[in-house]
């Protein structure tokens, strides 16, 4: 061996010799209080009256706070609040102590600013729909009324806020806590730009003013995002961390192998072909709670033969639901009967069937087609993933078996998928819905007629109603009353097919504590810190 | 020489107008538009911001508006990321995708310069068959399998480096090594190849016979003329690495070009799409009349048939 050769493997001994275990990022976080989180993917902006990711929640409710807290009955802002026995009418009490970052009080004005900014027209906001709640809210953000003063939102002075709806809304304090409803900073918004601007400066690092338990100290597109404990939040003293950094990585495989090599204190989710491993070898990483979050197929009602519901009914009845959960996705899925899942307050769902290939077959015989024979060649759409991939071939196997009828399966790009299942373009399609807030509403009311999310384009005049009673009562168990009777009539037409409950899932470190189940896969920063094991 | 590179920037400009127009109207075919999402937006929404980005706007007036806005340089707003333009957007991750290829690059050459001279004095021998049979899977092996292997030794089995990410400076050796070894291995083939040309020639027997040091034959003597073939080739390879390291980024989680112009396909971002093309295309062109000129300076014989 000549010294040509020699060189690049003593080289190549050189940096080997030079490393060692290193000591990982969780490892310092755990030292100075900083958590590192997987993310899923970039946030679009931090404005919440843009946004409308789970990864832009995650930052954004660092850096903002509402009214009220993850727990609605806990407060935020508002100390406390009065409301009428009409339930329309919340007064809330601003704690005076709350502060913006720059030091400014929050005030009663700052939230009525708020509310005329996401509900500005031209600021298109996509989650405006949420403030529709609030009396002429609607008319105000579809450009009917022009008067802001009309609106049910008054500042009674600095530190009472008034807000009047249009209808009683029981579970309103929960919708609070969703981002559309969380303040902005009046004078940082029209530094940067109209009240009703899209796309301005103001979230950018060093010009972000929040009042969340942490500030924006860096954005870095696509590499992280970090906060860092604000010492100006009313309520300082209870948040241990001293910094959040978040990271937007993608790919599910990739960010379990980051946990793995120490650089992430909990992920946004995990690789299905990876759950089977943490639960028999490190269950203590695992973590899998309850989440409101419905996962289903839906029918296109319009086309022949799915616009008979005994064929709707029999593909619904011949879906062993139990084996899908326990042995394709496996992570504590639960069978789904109901699109609404359940650990609603104490809404109980109607089950109107369940699995029973007899029947099925029963059914699809007096549409007119027995043993399958004769059924149209339909197609099942669903976009690139390898659950909805695993769970459509089981599927279209089941239909096979236990009816004798085929399914083409279509795997398609995200966006196609989402354009052709807008304009109907499909038979079956995989969809699901996760809440926004912890009511009944949030699911139901998608089956409005003519809901922007009604894609199955199915319409009820006896469920609209119901639904618009429920908005209207006061009283909270004929309210629960409707909604059954409503998802009764859901789940007697069938145009979706409800399938799975899917949890939230996550790996999480030892260290990390006070991270709660919630059933929104909410989690405030301000109680959570870190202990070295 | 002044006279050819002006003809090769000259050349930039149908180019560029070429790849603008399809891409332009090829991505309006995409099914789906950058507003649709899991969560329908409202109809008034969606009007509100089509109004705002002038998608309402006949496409031709939209097409003849970005190319006036091309002109003063100003490659529009991202639609997916509102608050941020696309000359932003490339500001920020160009530099991180120039680092990453050029690192890689250095690596490639080191590395395959070096296996290729070791390979080509002693042709058929353990000495020749061992580097390029490294290299010959180097070239087999795709990046995402290598990749993912490099992470499973060092960084998830020993624990020197991270899996992902691009904080350190440690956390560039596992991507550039992934990055450069397909180069490595190519550039090494090329040089064994014309380094086995060049060493049987007169006038390299005639600098043995000056009497010079082996190390002077080979490198100042031999290596002048066996580049050639290599810096034809890392024109199209140093345009190629930095823009199609896409597979890279992604496997580690890097926030560069390529990912991004991966996502803004995804996001029907279609003026990050639009600024990403135009800034590859512009890269691949330069780099490209820069080889040229390069071999012009290398090779009088070049510089005076032109």
Same mark, same amino acid.
């Given at each position: 061996?000549?010294?040509?050769?020699?060189?690049?493997?003593?080289?190549?001994?050189?940096?080997?010799?030079?490393?060692?275990?290193?000591?990982?990022?969780?490892?310092?976080?755990?030292?100075?209080?900083?958590?590192?989180?997987?993310?899923?993917?970039?946030?679009?902006?931090?404005?919440?009256?843009?946004?409308?990711?789970?990864?832009?929640?995650?930052?954004?409710?660092?850096?903002?706070?509402?009214?009220?807290?993850?727990?609605?009955?806990?407060?935020?802002?508002?100390?406390?609040?009065?409301?009428?026995?009409?339930?329309?009418?919340?007064?809330?009490?601003?704690?005076?102590?709350?502060?913006?970052?720059?030091?400014?009080?929050?005030?009663?004005?700052?939230?009525?600013?708020?509310?005329?900014?996401?509900?500005? @027209?031209?600021?298109?906001?996509?989650?405006?729909?949420?403030?529709?709640?609030?009396?002429?809210?609607?008319?105000?953000?579809?450009?009917?009324?022009?008067?802001?003063?009309?609106?049910?939102?008054?500042?009674?002075?600095?530190?009472?806020?008034?807000?009047?709806?249009?209808?009683?809304?029981?579970?309103?304090?929960?919708?609070?806590?969703?981002?559309?409803?969380?303040?902005?900073? @009046?004078?940082?918004?029209?530094?940067?730009?109209?009240?009703?601007?899209?796309?301005?400066?103001?979230?950018?690092?060093?010009?972000?003013?929040?009042?969340?338990?942490?500030?924006?100290?860096?954005?870095?597109?696509?590499?992280?995002?970090?906060?860092?404990?604000? @010492?100006?939040?009313?309520?300082?003293?209870?948040?241990?961390?001293?910094?959040?950094?978040?990271?937007?990585?993608? !790919?599910?495989?990739?960010?379990?192998?980051?946990?793995?090599?120490?650089?992430?204190?909990?992920?946004?989710?995990?690789?299905?072909?990876?759950?089977?491993?943490?639960?028999?070898?490190?269950?203590?990483?695992?973590?899998?709670?309850?989440?409101?979050?419905?996962?289903?197929?839906?029918?296109?009602?319009?086309?022949?033969?799915? !616009?008979?519901?005994?064929?709707?009914?029999?593909?619904?009845?011949?879906?062993?639901?139990?084996?899908?959960?326990?042995?394709?996705?496996?992570?504590?899925?639960?069978?789904?009967?109901?699109?609404?899942?359940?650990?609603?307050?104490?809404?109980?769902? @109607?089950?109107?069937?369940?699995?029973?290939?007899?029947?099925?077959?029963?059914?699809?015989?007096?549409?007119?087609?027995?043993?399958?024979?004769?059924?149209?060649?339909?197609?099942?759409?669903?976009?690139?993933?390898?659950?909805?991939?695993?769970?459509?071939?089981?599927?279209?196997?089941?239909?096979?078996?236990?009816?004798?009828?085929?399914?083409?399966?279509?795997?398609?790009?995200?966006?196609?998928?989402?354009?052709?299942?807008?304009?109907?373009?499909?038979?079956?399609?995989?969809?699901?819905?996760?809440?926004?807030?912890?009511?009944?509403?949030?699911?139901?009311?998608?089956?409005?007629?003519?809901?922007?999310?009604?894609?199955?384009?199915?319409?009820?005049?006896?469920? !609209?109603?119901?639904?618009?009673?429920?908005?209207?009562?006061?009283?909270?168990?004929?309210?629960?009353?409707?909604?059954?009777?409503?998802?009764?009539?859901?789940?007697?037409?069938?145009?979706?097919?409800?399938?799975?409950?899917?949890?939230?899932?996550?790996?999480?470190?030892?260290?990390?504590?006070?991270?709660?189940?919630?059933?929104?896969?909410?989690?405030?920063?301000?109680?959570?810190?870190?202990?070295?094991? | 020489?002044?006279?050819?590179?002006?003809?090769?920037?000259?050349?930039?400009?149908?180019?560029?107008?070429?790849?603008?127009?399809?891409?332009?109207?090829?991505?309006?075919?995409?099914?789906?538009?950058?507003?649709?999402?899991?969560?329908?937006?409202?109809?008034?929404?969606?009007?509100?911001?089509?109004?705002?980005?002038?998608?309402?706007?006949?496409?031709?007036?939209?097409?003849?508006?970005?190319?006036?806005?091309?002109?003063?340089?100003?490659?529009?707003?991202?639609?997916?990321?509102?608050?941020?333009?696309?000359?932003?957007?490339?500001?920020?991750?160009?530099?991180?995708?120039?680092?990453?290829?050029?690192?890689?690059?250095?690596?490639?050459?080191?590395?395959?310069?070096?296996?290729?001279?070791?390979?080509?004095?002693?042709?058929?021998?353990?000495?020749?068959?061992?580097?390029?049979?490294?290299?010959?899977?180097?070239?087999?092996?795709?990046?995402?399998?290598?990749?993912?292997?490099?992470?499973?030794?060092?960084?998830?089995?020993?624990?020197?480096?991270?899996?992902?990410?691009?904080?350190?400076?440690?956390?560039?050796?596992?991507?550039?090594?992934?990055?450069?070894?397909?180069?490595?291995?190519?550039?090494? #083939?090329?040089? #064994?190849?014309?380094?086995?040309?060049?060493?049987?020639?007169?006038?390299?027997?005639?600098? #043995?016979?000056?009497?010079?040091?082996?190390?002077?034959?080979?490198?100042?003597?031999?290596?002048?003329?066996?580049?050639?073939?290599?810096?034809?080739?890392?024109?199209?390879?140093?345009?190629?690495?930095?823009?199609?390291?896409?597979?890279?980024?992604?496997?580690?989680?890097?926030?560069?070009?390529? #990912?991004?112009?991966?996502?803004?396909?995804?996001?029907?971002?279609?003026?990050?799409?639009?600024?990403?093309?135009?800034?590859?295309?512009?890269?691949?062109?330069?780099?490209?009349?820069?080889?040229?000129?390069?071999?012009?300076?290398?090779?009088?014989?070049?510089?005076?048939?032109?």
């Amino acid at each position: 061996m000549n010294k040509h050769t020699l060189f690049p493997i003593l080289l190549l001994l050189l940096l080997v010799t030079g490393c060692t275990r290193r000591e990982t990022l969780v490892g310092i976080g755990n030292r100075e209080q900083i958590l590192h989180l997987g993310n899923l993917s970039e946030p679009k902006d931090l404005d919440p009256h843009i946004v409308t990711s789970v990864s832009a929640y995650n930052v954004i409710s660092a850096l903002l706070e509402g009214l009220v807290a993850e727990e609605a009955d806990q407060s935020g802002v508002a100390e406390r609040w009065d409301i009428s026995a009409d339930l329309r009418v919340y007064t809330f009490h601003l704690r005076p102590e709350a502060k913006w970052s720059n030091g400014d009080p929050v005030t009663a004005d700052d939230f009525i600013f708020s509310y005329r900014r996401i509900l500005s @027209p031209a600021l298109g906001s996509p989650y405006a729909y949420m403030l529709h709640l609030l009396k002429n809210g609607k008319a105000y953000n579809l450009g009917t009324l022009d008067d802001f003063d009309q609106v049910g939102a008054k500042a009674l002075d600095d530190h009472t806020l008034e807000l009047t709806l249009e209808t009683p809304t029981p579970s309103f304090l929960s919708q609070l806590n969703h981002w559309s409803w969380f303040p902005v900073h @009046p004078p940082t918004i029209l530094k940067y730009g109209a009240i009703d601007e899209i796309g301005t400066q103001w979230t950018q690092p060093g010009n972000f003013v929040g009042n969340g338990a942490f500030t924006l100290k860096s954005w870095r597109q696509n590499r992280s995002i970090v906060v860092e404990k604000n @010492p100006l939040y009313w309520d300082a003293k209870t948040v241990r961390l001293n910094e959040i950094h978040f990271y937007p990585i993608g !790919d599910h495989t990739i960010e379990e192998r980051s946990f793995r090599a120490g650089q992430l204190h909990v992920t946004g989710t995990i690789p299905l072909q990876r759950i089977q491993y943490y639960k028999e070898k490190h269950p203590e990483l695992l973590r899998l709670d309850p989440y409101l979050r419905s996962y289903y197929y839906l029918l296109n009602v319009n086309k022949p033969p799915l !616009d008979d519901v005994r064929v709707r009914k029999a593909l619904a009845m011949a879906i062993d639901r139990e084996q899908i959960a326990k042995f394709v996705t496996r992570s504590g899925e639960q069978p789904a009967y109901t699109f609404t899942p359940p650990h609603i307050g104490s809404y109980e769902p @109607p089950v109107r069937f369940t699995k029973n290939v007899e029947a099925a077959r029963q059914l699809l015989s007096e549409a007119g087609f027995p043993n399958g024979e004769n059924f149209p060649e339909l197609t099942l759409l669903f976009h690139t993933s390898d659950l909805h991939t695993r769970i459509a071939e089981v599927i279209q196997q089941m239909w096979k078996e236990a009816l004798g009828i085929h399914i083409e399966l279509e795997n398609v790009e995200w966006k196609v998928y989402q354009s052709r299942r807008k304009n109907r373009q499909y038979d079956i399609a995989r969809a699901e819905w996760v809440a926004d807030y912890v009511d009944p509403s949030s699911f139901l009311d998608v089956w409005l007629s003519g809901g922007g999310n009604n894609h199955a384009g199915w319409s009820s005049v006896e469920y !609209d109603a119901l639904l618009q009673k429920a908005a209207q009562t006061t009283d909270p168990l004929q309210r629960l009353d409707y909604f059954q009777r409503a998802e009764t009539i859901l789940m007697d037409e069938l145009p979706i097919i409800p399938l799975l409950f899917l949890p939230s899932k996550s790996l999480i470190q030892p260290s990390v504590k006070g991270w709660n189940p919630s059933i929104l896969d909410h989690h405030p920063y301000k109680t959570i810190y870190l202990e070295e094991q | 020489m002044i006279k050819f590179i002006l003809k090769r920037l000259l050349e930039l400009i149908p180019v560029l107008l070429i790849s603008i127009t399809i891409v332009f109207f090829m991505i309006r075919l995409a099914p789906g538009g950058p507003f649709t999402e899991e969560k329908s937006f409202s109809a008034e929404a969606i009007a509100r911001l089509n109004e705002h980005y002038g998608l309402d706007k006949p496409i031709l007036v939209q097409y003849g508006t970005y190319l006036g806005n091309l002109l003063k340089g100003d490659l529009g707003p991202s639609f997916q990321y509102p608050s941020r333009s696309v000359n932003e957007i490339i500001a920020e991750t160009f530099p991180v995708s120039l680092e990453l290829g050029a690192l890689a690059m250095l690596f490639a050459l080191i590395v395959g310069l070096l296996a290729g001279i070791v390979a080509s004095l002693r042709p058929n021998t353990v000495q020749d068959h061992l580097p390029m049979g490294i290299a010959m899977t180097g070239i087999c092996m795709p990046s995402f399998v290598l990749g993912p292997i490099l992470i499973l030794i060092f960084g998830l089995g020993l624990g020197w480096l991270n899996a992902s990410g691009w904080e350190t400076a440690s956390d560039r050796i596992l991507p550039v090594i992934t990055l450069g070894s397909a180069y490595a291995a190519y550039i090494s #083939r090329l040089t #064994r190849g014309s380094m086995l040309e060049v060493l049987p020639a007169d006038y390299i027997r005639t600098a #043995r016979a000056k009497g010079l040091s082996e190390g002077k034959v080979i490198f100042k003597h031999a290596l002048k003329n066996a580049l050639l073939p290599v810096v034809s080739f890392l024109g199209p390879a140093t345009a190629g690495i930095i823009t199609g390291s896409f597979v890279v980024e992604t496997i580690f989680n890097i926030p560069g070009m390529g #990912r991004m112009f991966v996502l803004g396909a995804f996001n029907r971002d279609y003026t990050l799409i639009l600024g990403l093309v135009v800034f590859f295309a512009l890269l691949v062109v330069l780099f490209n009349a820069f080889v040229d000129i390069l071999l012009g300076l290398l090779n009088p014989k070049l510089r005076m048939d032109s």
